[in-house]
């Protein structure tokens, strides 16, 4: 056997393998970028000067694409830097709120409720 030939059958799964690298990292790029988009887009909903904090039913409306028990969303918006708070309404029922860790100052939960009130002509 001459040197081009060991050098030829040496190359081949060089080049294969490095193929399979690059189309793995790809893939994982991709992934990556969609998760972080999720993340960005939960922010978003939840910067709004608007409100203090979203309903979880409305970010799931906005965001979509969840199934009915939402453990994936709660996820993204647990990575997105949100935290999970109850708010208990005239019905007696509790509403789950999310709303961003770095608007949660030190309240009682008195002052919290009545932060998470809306406002006049808006709901959250």
């Known amino acids: 056997m001459t040197f081009v030939q060991t050098l030829l059958i040496a190359t081949i799964p060089a080049v294969i393998a490095g193929l399979i690298a690059y189309l793995t990292f790809h893939l994982q790029l991709v992934k990556h970028r969609a998760d972080n988009m ?23 409306r906005h965001l979509g694409g969840w199934d009915n028990d939402g453990h994936g969303l709660r996820k993204i918006l ?4 949100a935290v999970r708070i109850y708010r208990k309404e005239a019905t007696g029922e509790k509403t789950e709120l999310w709303k961003l860790m770095e608007r949660k100052n030190v309240l009682t939960v008195a002052q919290e409720e009545q932060a998470l009130k809306p406002e006049a002509g808006g709901g959250v």
Do not use: C, W
């Open 78 to 81: 647990v990575r997105a830097g």
């Open 38 to 60: 999720s993340e960005r887009a939960a922010r978003h909903y939840l910067k709004s000067e608007k409100f203090k904090a979203r309903k979880f039913t409305t970010l799931k």
